[in-house]
């Protein structure tokens, strides 16, 4: 027996996609296999460590949580999209390159996703918000001390670039 | 002039890739719909005999191209995976097949392989294999191992893989005669590395050359191409080996050939199509590897200064259900275990013992962590027991700066003398007794004291022989266009090597940082090196590195004074240009120096264009001299006679909640010492996650086992990784640097520094804070809180 495919539009970075999937593709599955996106990573498949997380219009999900199917209709960002369009990094990205706030680099694109989203929230975090900010964020190399730091950087450069 | 890179907090350039989510890793590669994708059947029993093995139901799958069981393997794929590093005492090692033979080991290992459309076509149909098994005795824990009732090979009797003795003087006798005695009995539990991304495989069979290509997560690209062509029965020329972006590795992904290492390239030559395997988190924790897992009995002798006079020591090491790494971590404990000090007389005896539980290979610090709190928690007993300062007692039993090179007089596990080559432990002591407040914190412990709060500081010191030999290799390549390539052949996982190598190459040839670009772990690039293990790969490849790039230099520097009309040594070489010192007229850049090394017919770029106006070699001679090659190159190895030992020492301060017994740490405290930095930035870095595995291992981390084996945390819902929630907010670091006199660049490794002390130093806090011995970590509240309990029942 072969599976049903859905047909689904997914709206990726601003780029529409059409294609085919099976109910049950995961979000992260379909776009890493099937739109080749794969600057999304998967670190654990259960929600817990937030390297899969994209934004879903504008709020941060984990994409291994949630079926490609449900997305249809959906505004996605990926860490790709983070990117400025003249191919410069993005203030979140330019703040982990500066403080040194990744090292084998897996689980970044869920902290860049994560804390895009936390900044736009609240673009002046505390120190302590800061932390909590990537709470949800696990990261086996880095000891979250210069993410942390990172954040912070952020919220300076969006800042910066922004007035 | 030029700055020099080295010891310069350079923003590491592999960022940019990895910022844009442009980095590849191995799930990366071959994203196509033509991939085809594999998955496991894993034993769900920790020991049984396998009856019977029914794949029926998966022929009629659509999509499935391939399912194999033990019965399908052939030749030297029949045969059990190879025992990596053998050694005299391990008796009885043991590894198991690709796929189970006849009986299986531990919950997760692999019995049959799959390879479908896509991962869930593939899972589909692991679900519809049955196994019919007979069931065995599980044993589970160091206690069962020992007690023996089962076996969990049947011939291995006892459950002893291996015992191995070493002894420095008579520790028994110095014991006997010694003023003081003490005996403590200390456990360590399982943890495990737990990269972000698990292991992964992907294999392409090239039938119009014949040749393999396997991108894989591994820490050693030549180890797995070695056991690729042997088990496959190819030549090595065959096999190319790539290890593209790593997410982690911390010591798991050393262990090679994995099952699945063979099988993919076996599926992808067989199918004639790419063939990936991408292992999932449940698979990680269940079938890749763990450690830490050890019973320690000490007994020691010591005079009324806490000076030692012996040391004893005998501990039991749970190497799971096969030992493919040998003896590594057990014998790391034992000769590590001294540390900074002078035992004056040591016996260490350890057994090796085999349990129904997923096998045991190194994890960052590679039993470093468990000889480091063994002999710091025996400090702590001795300087409790004489009512010292644990400061000095630690300080009256220093290696003395003068007294290097100092010989242990052990065998560490290169098999080569434990002899430490430098190193400053009292100017150490000063630094972390300065940084963490060690004299002033009495005065803070009685002022919380006074309003109801628990609070403890604790000190533990380390010596760890880093950059083990026996060689790393490097190749730097100038092209005409004046980049300069460079090639080792270990692997990254996050270290930033090419930041780092380019660095060195950077400052030693005089070309821009920014031409410079480095590829690790590709055995294309080269094919002789060892691996990424034991926080070898700045100090071998670093220094193999420095030493080609001064043979690409001296021939930049050959070339050029020919063309240049000029001497060798009046030449020097910035940013990239050649020139004349004193007059920077007279100069040619490095790219028209690769067009002149290589007399070729043909002209292609403005570089060879450039280069007609200079003329060199000898016309009387050939166009290329015999004792030259064409071609603009440094190619050359390093390999030191034996490991540099880097040492630091950490302090933390904790509080204990009186109520709920909750740990929280006030401050941490680092001071380290791996010679001269390469990168200061990164090697903070290294230090933060370090301390940061080290707190998840000595408050949270377990690998919570069952009595019929099956491991109950296999998530990250269970397994208690720490969050930026459970690290201290800043970890305050100073850095000594002792250079190492035994490479070129007066370096140590710093990879695994920061998790060494962390069960050591958290144990000594914990058990100032509550004023009773700690003996077994990792600790949690409900265990700290169960200790208050009993404590308060003894008293009463
Ligand atoms: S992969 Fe989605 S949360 Fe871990
Ligand atoms: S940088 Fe490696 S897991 Fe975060």
């Known amino acids: 027996m072969s599976e049903e495919l859905h047909d689904v539009r ?44 994209v934004l879903v219009d504008g709020k941060p999900m984990r994409s291994c949580l949630i079926f490609a199917v449900s997305a249809i209709d959906t505004e996605i960002t990926t860490v790709e999209g983070l990117t400025e369009p003249d191919g410069s990094l993005g203030p979140v990205q330019q703040a982990f390159a500066e403080c040194h706030g990744l090292q084998c680099g897996f689980c970044t694109p869920g902290f860049l996703t994560t804390i895009t989203a936390g900044l736009a929230e609240n673009p002046c975090p505390t120190h302590d918000e800061a932390r909590d900010m990537i709470a949800g964020n696990l990261c086996r190399c880095t000891g979250y001390q210069n993410i942390v730091k990172a954040v912070e950087r952020a919220a300076v450069l969006i800042e910066e670039r922004t007035s | 002039m030029t700055t020099k890179l080295m010891g310069t907090a350079v923003q590491r350039v592999e960022d940019q890739r990895f910022l844009r989510g442009e980095g590849r890793y191995v799930d990366d590669i071959a994203v196509d719909g033509r991939t085809l994708h594999a998955a496991v059947l894993r034993s769900p029993h920790a020991h049984a005999r396998i009856i019977d ?64 459309d896509d991962r869930y076509v593939a899972e589909d149909a692991v679900g519809l294999i049955k196994v019919s098994y007979e069931f065995l005795k599980p044993v589970v824990g160091i206690d069962n191992a020992r007690a023996a009732q089962h076996l969990v090979h049947e011939d291995v009797p006892g459950n002893i893989g291996a015992r191995l003795e070493q002894n420095v003087g008579d520790a028994p006798t110095a014991i006997a005669a010694a003023p003081h005695r003490l005996e403590l009995d200390l456990t360590v539990e399982r943890s495990a590395c737990m990269p972000m991304e698990g292991r992964g495989t992907v294999a392409r069979w090239d039938a119009d050359i014949n040749r393999l290509q396997v991108w894989t997560s591994t820490q050693t690209s030549t180890g797995v191409r070695a056991a690729v062509a042997v088990k496959l029965g190819l030549d090595l020329g065959q096999v190319d080996v790539i290890t593209p972006d790593v997410g982690g590795g911390f010591g798991v992904k050393i262990v090679h050939p994995w099952p699945e290492e063979l099988l993919v390239p076996l599926a992808a030559r067989a199918l004639g199509r790419t063939v990936k395997f991408t292992e999932d988190r449940r698979e990680h924790f269940i079938s890749s590897a763990h450690e830490r897992g050890q ?133 150490s002591l000063e630094k972390i007794k300065a940084l963490v407040g060690w004299d002033e914190f009495p005065a803070y412990q009685a002022e919380m004291a006074a309003v109801g709060r628990k609070v403890g500081i604790g000190l533990a010191c380390y010596v760890e022989g880093t950059g083990v030999g026996p060689y790393e290799g490097a190749h730097v390549h100038i092209e005409t266009s004046g980049k300069v390539k460079v090639a080792t052949g270990l692997t990254t996982q996050g270290q930033g090597h090419a930041t780092v190598f380019a660095q060195l190459v950077a400052d030693e040839l005089g070309c821009r940082f920014e031409d410079i670009e480095v590829v690790t772990g590709d055995t294309r690039r080269m094919p002789y090196a060892v691996g990424t293990f034991a926080s070898r790969a700045a100090v071998m490849s670093g220094s193999a590195i420095h030493l080609a790039a001064k043979r690409a230099k001296e021939k930049v520097l050959r070339i050029a004074a020919d063309a240049l009309e000029a001497d060798e040594s009046d030449l020097e070489i910035i940013a990239g240009v050649v020139s004349v010192k004193g007059s920077p007229g007279s100069s040619i850049d490095l790219g028209t120096v690769a067009v002149l090394s290589n007399p070729l017919r043909y002209a292609f770029d403005e ?61 941490y405290a680092v001071v380290h010492d791996c010679g001269h930095l390469i990168n200061p930035m990164i090697v903070e870095g290294q230090i933060h996650g370090g301390v940061a595995q080290g707190i998840g ?82 600790i949690s509240p409900s265990e700290l809180f169960a200790l208050r309990q009993q404590r308060a029942e003894e008293k009463s």
């Open chain 2, 53 to 116: 093995i029914d794949v029926d139901e998966v022929l009629d799958l659509d999509g499935v191209h391939a399912v194999w069981t033990y019965d399908d393997l052939t030749g030297p794929m029949a045969e059990p995976l190879p025992l990596l590093i053998p050694h005299p005492a391990l008796t009885h090692g043991r590894t198991q097949y690709a796929l189970a033979r006849d009986e299986v080991n531990y919950v997760g290992e692999a019995i049959a392989f799959v390879v479908a």
């Open chain 2, 607 to 667: 570089a060879s264009q450039a280069a007609t106006q200079f003329s060199v070699g000898d016309p009387g001679k050939a166009p290329v001299p015999e004792d030259e090659e064409p071609g603009l190159e440094g190619k050359d190895f390093y390999s030191p006679e034996r490991a540099t030992f880097a040492s630091g020492m950490h302090a933390v301060i904790v509080e204990t909640d009186p109520l709920t017994a909750e740990i929280t740490i006030l401050k």
């Open chain 1, 10 to 53: 997914l709206v990726v970075n601003g780029t529409t996609h059409h294609t085919q999937v099976p109910a049950r593709r995961l979000l992260s599955d379909a776009l890493r296999h099937d739109l080749a996106l794969t600057g999304t990573h998967v670190g654990c498949e259960h929600g817990v460590c937030g390297a899969c997380t």
């Open chain 2, 295 to 427: 019973v320690h009995h000490v007994e020691v002798g010591f005079d009324d200064d806490g000076r030692l006079c012996g040391l004893d020591v005998e501990f039991w090491h749970d190497h799971g259900a096969y030992s493919p790494y040998g003896l590594i971590v057990p014998i790391i404990t034992s000769t590590q275990l001294l540390g900074p000090y002078k035992p004056n007389n040591y016996r260490v005896v350890f057994e090796s013992l085999y349990t129904n539980t997923v096998m045991v290979t190194p994890y960052r610090g590679a039993g470093r962590p468990q000889g480091c709190y063994t002999m710091e928690r025996t400090m702590d007993a001795i300087a409790a027991y004489l009512g010292k300062d644990r400061a000095e007692v630690r300080a009256v039993n220093f290696i003395q700066p003068d007294e290097f090179p100092f010989d242990q007089g052990l065998i560490f596990q290169d098999g080569r003398e434990l002899e430490y080559d430098s190193g400053d432990y009292p100017a």
């Open chain 2, 697 to 778: 291992g000595a408050l949270y981390e377990r690998m919570a086992y069952d009595e019929s084996g099956q491991l109950l945390n296999a998530s990250f819902m269970d397994f208690l990784m720490p969050y930026v929630t459970e690290v201290p907010d800043g970890i305050d670091i100073d850095h000594l640097e002792t250079p190492s006199p035994l490479n070129p660049l007066g370096i140590k490794g710093a990879g695994e520094a920061g998790v060494i002390p962390s069960a050591a130093v958290f144990a000594s806090a914990i058990e100032d804070a509550e004023g009773f011995p700690i003996t077994a970590m990792p």
